[in-house]
């Protein structure tokens, strides 16, 4: 089972390094312009969306609030770049119960943080192979 990767925010260059690191450890790495990111979603359901912003672009921590606050996507894992690729905001599926946000400083722990659901299910226990 491999686990699809949705990343937006900076331009397809700058994101090279962490798509590239992504499929490496054997995930399935989609990219995409913010402006279709709802089209995209709904196409691919994937498993973690990564929102990667740039300094000169406010659209990415709009974009990353909208889809907090939305109802159509709490079950979607979202993950945000902060400070020039050094830590991750990570906000795993999301109910009334949990809205629970963590921060971590690799993108392959935030996406076993964003995919640990509850205290019984997390990547280990899906018993998927990620090298860390």
Do not use: W
């Not at 990343?7 to 279709?36: I, M, N, P, W």
């Not at 709802?38 to 921590?61: F, H, R, Y």
Request: charged share 30%; proline share 3%; glycine share 4%.
């Amino acid at each position: 089972m491999r686990l699809k990767v949705l990343l937006t925010g900076k331009d397809k260059f700058s994101q090279e390094a962490d798509a590239e690191l992504l499929r490496e450890r054997g995930f399935l790495v989609y990219r995409c312009d913010e402006h279709v990111i709802s089209d995209m979603i709904e196409e691919l359901k994937p498993d973690v969306l990564i929102i990667n912003p740039t300094e000169d672009q406010p659209s990415a921590g709009n974009l990353y609030r909208r889809l907090l606050k939305s109802i159509k996507y709490a079950a979607l894992p979202l993950i945000y770049t902060l400070s020039e690729d050094d830590t991750y905001i990570v906000n795993s599926r999301r109910n009334i119960r949990n809205k629970t946000s963590y921060i971590v400083d690799n993108i392959i722990d935030g996406i076993k943080a964003a995919l640990n659901t509850n205290n019984n299910r997390g990547l280990n226990n899906l018993r998927l192979k990620i090298a860390s």
